[in-house]
């Protein structure tokens, strides 16, 4: 049974170095329980940065113990212990593979799972980085400059005639949303859809929007 941790609060910056024990401070860590997360970022952190700050049995443990949701769901179907009891959805999907899931997951493993979907259809964007880089795209100053560095992708979302797009990382997808009309949707959130789950997910592939461009 998933066990979701609370947020931490900290009550002063000292506090800072015990980020992994009160992070995981409900959870037992000797019991090597998987770790799942939704954004690469966060898998990043998890398996490698936390290790660069604090070097230790615990952060080595949560370590070898987090993954990706994506590759490990496509590591369960790998080892035929996943469920493939997926409704067919009549869908076109514009797929982009984030930088840290580059680094973690050579695999491609969000873009697979969508093809495990009868009546899905994806196309890889293969467009380079968003120019997001975390928030470094959400701040004013950068925004043009990440804007420029994103173009082919943005350009890849404009261009399509594919339904919807649909990355793992949060901030790529606010730059794929960028002037179209066309939604980004996660690849979990997708799979879930197709398990009869997160019924609002039909809502979200049928939403369009204005736009985001700013001029």
Same mark, same amino acid.
């Given at each position: 049974?998933?066990?979701? #941790? #609370?947020? !931490? $609060?900290?009550?002063? !910056?000292?506090?800072? +170095?015990?980020? #992994?024990? *009160? ?10 329980? #998987?770790? =799942? ?22 952060? &080595? ?11 490990? /769901?496509? &590591? ?7 469920? /493939?009891? =997926?409704? !067919? ?31 899905? $259809? +994806? ?7 968003? %120019?997001?880089? %975390?928030?470094?795209?959400? &701040? *004013? ?5 990440? /804007?420029?560095?994103?173009?082919? =992708? ?12 649909? $990355?793992?990382?949060?901030?790529? &997808? ?5 002037? +179209?009309?066309?939604? $980004? ?13 997160? !019924?609002?997910?039909? *809502? ?7 736009? /985001?461009?700013?001029?």
């Amino acid at each position: 049974e998933p066990v979701v #941790p #609370p947020p !931490p $609060t900290f009550t002063v !910056p000292a506090e800072i +170095v015990n980020v #992994p024990s *009160k992070v995981f401070a409900p959870v037992n860590v000797n019991v090597p329980l #998987p770790c =799942l997360t939704t954004e690469p970022a966060a898998a990043m952190c998890l398996k490698h940065e936390y290790r660069n700050l604090w070097d230790n049995e615990d952060t &080595k443990l949560i370590a070898e113990n987090s993954h990706e949701a994506c590759s490990y /769901l496509l &590591k369960l179907h790998d080892a035929n212990e996943l469920q /493939l009891d =997926l409704r !067919p959805l009549q869908l076109s999907v514009v797929y982009h593979h984030p930088c840290h899931n580059r680094a973690l997951d050579p695999e491609n493993s969000g873009r697979k799972l969508l093809e495990l979907i009868p009546g899905v $259809t +994806v196309q890889d964007a293969a467009a380079g980085c968003s %120019g997001m880089a %975390g928030i470094y795209g959400l &701040k *004013k100053e950068n925004y043009r400059t990440s /804007l420029r560095i994103g173009w082919n =992708l943005v350009s890849t979302m404009q261009q399509t005639h594919a339904q919807i797009g649909s $990355t793992e990382c949060s901030s790529c &997808k606010l730059q794929m949303e960028q002037a +179209v009309r066309a939604p $980004t949707v996660h690849p979990i959130a997708i799979m879930a859809y197709a398990y009869g789950r997160i !019924p609002e997910v039909g *809502k979200w592939i049928q939403a369009r929007q204005d736009g /985001l461009l700013v001029q």
